[in-house]
């Protein structure tokens, strides 16, 4: 069983950058491929940013490339997602997944989930 809790999340204006942060307890959480999704009202939860479980992968979606990076710091059981230049279509909930030895990319393939946080971008 793996425990995940996001934070960080909050209300910003365009352009402005956030981190988000999701600590992971449980079992070993450098056996699992972390994700970031994010659902915002009305719409399909949708993948954002993957960070393997071993050698650093990472994948991003279309929308957030270049704005957006994943990291992870094993040592301290916490995934991180680095937002800048944000625009008001990023406003969400943004959830934290863990894929056990997986890229953590695909939400089927996602074996736990956190509560998220939300985040809102005002124009």
């Known amino acids: 069983q793996v425990q995940l809790v996001e934070s960080g999340g909050g209300l910003v204006q365009a352009g402005d950058s956030l981190r988000l942060s999701c600590v992971a307890s449980g079992r070993s959480f450098s056996d699992y491929g972390m994700g970031w999704f994010r659902q915002a009202p009305g719409k399909d939860r949708e993948f954002v940013a993957a960070i393997g479980w071993f050698g650093g992968r990472t994948a991003y979606a279309d929308s957030v490339r270049g704005r957006f990076t994943i990291s992870r710091d094993n040592a301290k059981n916490t995934v991180y997602l680095k937002m800048n230049s944000l625009k008001p279509e990023d406003t969400a909930v943004y959830l934290c997944?863990?894929?056990?030895?997986?890229?953590?990319?695909?939400?089927?393939?996602?074996?736990?989930w956190g509560q998220g946080t939300q985040v809102t971008v005002s124009s």
């Open positions: 997944a863990a894929d056990f030895r997986g890229l953590g990319s695909s939400q089927a393939g996602c074996d736990y």
